[in-house]
């Protein structure tokens, strides 16, 4: 069993910023990559950031300069940390994992429950 748990959404103004947390627990041997998707009403998901463990990273063109990924491995966490937030950015943020749980294993995604974003003045 692994398990995502995702912290730090909420309201903010145009411009602000917040910094959102996911991590990870449960029977892990291996985490590949982690990252954050989102979605809006009436739209389809899409990827916002990910992070490999090698540490290499992937942004939408749309946050890329905006927001920033990073991980602290000893924890099993991910951030995303959000500047210069837009109305645009109003979605629910979904934290994901591909992790194997054994040397045996090829491994599983694995999602967070959501967390909901709101940019407005």
């Known amino acids: 069993q692994v398990q995502l748990v995702e912290s730090g959404g909420g309201l903010v103004q145009p411009g602000g910023s917040l910094r959102l947390s996911c991590a990870a627990s449960?029977?892990?041997?291996?985490?590949?990559?982690m990252g954050w998707y989102r979605q809006a009403p009436g739209k389809q998901r899409e990827l916002v950031a990910r992070?490999?463990?090698?540490?290499?990273?992937n942004y939408a063109g749309s946050v890329k300069g905006r927001f920033t990924i990073s991980r602290d491995n000893a924890k099993n966490t991910v951030y995303l940390q959000m500047n210069s937030l837009k109305p645009e950015d109003t979605a629910v943020y979904y934290c994901?994992?591909?992790?194997?749980?054994?040397?045996?294993?090829?491994?599983?995604?694995?999602w967070g429950q959501g967390t909901q974003v709101t940019v407005s003045s």
């Open positions: 992070i490999t463990e090698s540490g290499s990273t």
């Open positions: 994901n994992a591909f992790i194997s749980s054994d040397s045996r294993g090829i491994g599983s995604d694995y």
């Open positions: 449960g029977s892990i041997f291996r985490i590949y990559a």
